[in-house]
């Protein structure tokens, strides 16, 4: 199969699809090699590069069309999505160490930000932007969190090997939390009174925050 024609089928594939596809997934269902396949994606790449309204996502091994980030604000306005709860400073610090030093338990966060996380970790959850990868083998097996691919997709990241630095990841972070908003995350980033400000009620904490030792991690 000729490149140019492969790249028109993956294209209908991702835009059929709407989520992610796995590329082990085409190349074993159109029995091409991944050499075939990387050669298509760049083709797809250059396609949807610049003002393009739409850019081709690749991450952990995955293929997914989404709208150009440039053009957000004029997206919102027309399709007025449902906004995802504004993600606090005390959030923002929880993913950023999280996704430098996964995985991590909730002490082990707790230890390096010296206040409790329980609410940040159970938001970060009901987000996508972590979850339960295993079990620290210590007393009491703790609950290990990483991250997800949403995480990757959402700072448009391939793998976590291309992590930005410290300070920039947390800049793109706060850019996704103040989209559609006129509101935006001032002051010191280092800031653990922001966790009692985040308005969640106790009943709508996750179960499996509440009682850890209930909970199976299913691989």
Same mark, same amino acid.
Request: overall charge negative; proline content about 2%.
């Given at each position: @199969?000729?490149?140019?024609? /492969? &790249?028109?089928?993956?294209?209908?594939?991702?835009?059929?699809?709407?989520?992610?596809?796995?590329? $082990?997934?085409?190349?074993?269902? /159109?029995?091409?090699?991944?050499?075939?396949?990387?050669?298509?994606?760049?083709?797809?790449?250059?396609?949807?590069?610049?003002?393009c309204?739409?850019t081709?996502? =690749?991450?952990?091994?995955?293929?997914?069309?989404?709208?150009?980030?440039?053009?957000?604000?004029?997206?919102?306005?027309?399709l007025?999505? +449902? !906004?995802?709860? =504004?993600?606090?400073? &005390? @959030?923002?610090?929880?993913?950023?160490i999280? &996704?430098?030093?996964?995985?991590?338990?909730?002490?082990?966060?707790?230890? @390096?930000?010296?206040? *409790?996380?329980?609410?940040? +970790?159970?938001?970060?959850s009901?987000?996508? @932007?972590? $979850?339960?990868?295993?079990?620290?083998?210590? +007393?009491? $097996?703790?609950?290990?969190?990483?991250?997800?691919?949403?995480f990757l997709?959402?700072?448009?990241?391939?793998?976590?090997?291309?992590?930005?630095?410290? *300070?920039?990841?947390l800049? !793109?972070? $706060?850019?996704?939390?103040? +989209?559609?908003?006129?509101?935006? /995350?001032?002051g010191?980033?280092?800031?653990?009174?922001?966790?009692?400000n985040?308005?969640? =009620?106790?009943?709508d904490?996750? *179960?499996?925050?509440?009682?850890?030792?209930?909970?199976?991690?299913?691989?």
């Open positions: @199969m000729n490149t140019a024609k /492969l &790249a028109n089928i993956v294209e209908s594939i991702l835009f059929v699809s709407g989520n992610e596809v796995g590329e $082990k997934d085409i190349t074993e269902k /159109l029995s091409v090699t991944q050499l075939e396949l990387n050669k298509a994606i760049s083709i797809l790449k250059e396609k949807y590069s610049g003002a309204g739409i081709l996502l =690749e991450f952990n091994g995955k293929l997914q069309f989404s709208s150009n980030s440039d053009y957000v604000n004029e997206v919102s306005l027309v007025n999505p +449902i !906004r995802e709860k =504004e993600l606090t400073k &005390a @959030m923002l610090e929880t993913l950023a999280i &996704a430098y030093k996964q995985p991590l338990t909730r002490l082990e966060v707790e230890e @390096m930000r010296g206040v *409790d996380c329980t609410y940040a +970790i159970g938001n970060l009901k987000l996508n @932007m972590i $979850k339960i990868v295993g079990r620290k083998d210590t +007393i009491g $097996k703790p609950l290990l969190f990483g991250t997800t691919d949403e997709k959402r700072f448009d990241l391939e793998g976590l090997e291309q992590l930005p630095n410290y *300070d920039e990841l800049e !793109r972070i $706060k850019e996704i939390s103040v +989209i559609g908003q006129t509101e935006t /995350l001032q010191d980033f280092y800031n653990s009174n922001r966790d009692k985040f308005n969640v =009620e106790e009943g904490l996750p *179960d499996f925050l509440k009682d850890e030792s209930d909970v199976v991690v299913v691989d």
